[in-house]
Nanobody
């Protein structure tokens, strides 16, 4: 089927930067959208940023990350990125990659999730 593999998480001091990557592989015909979600203990998973992969790629950001995070994608590699700058402790959490994928068989699209990568921002 489809696998999403995330990388780039880790520990960083407040004010620092990290870049997350999400590589999709498997029986993929196309990826129509990719996104990053964040989850902290006791809270629901929340959308951080989303990008469509059609045309120039429209983006959508959570208010809390606007101006600090940038989502991008490489359609040829079926890979998405999240550049995170000016990190603060409130950005700490497990970041999950999401992709909406059309498979090589059939016409339906399916949602897939990565395994999550921990981002910890120390004060």
């Amino acid at each position: 089927q489809v696998q999403l593999v995330e990388s780039g998480g880790g520990l960083v001091q407040a004010g620092g930067s990290l870049r997350l990557s999400c590589a999709a592989s498997g029986s993929i015909r196309s990826v129509s959208a990719m996104a990053w979600y964040r989850q902290v203990p006791g809270k629901q998973r929340e959308l951080v940023a989303m990008i469509t992969t059609v045309g120039s790629g429209s983006t959508n950001y959570a208010d809390s990350v606007k101006g600090r995070f940038t989502i991008s994608r490489d359609n040829a590699k079926n890979t998405g990125y999240l550049q995170m700058n000016s990190l603060n402790p409130e950005d700490t959490g497990v970041y999950y990659c999401y992709a909406q994928v059309a498979l090589t068989i059939g016409t339906a699209q399916y949602a897939y999730w990565g395994q999550g990568t921990q981002v910890t921002v120390s004060s």
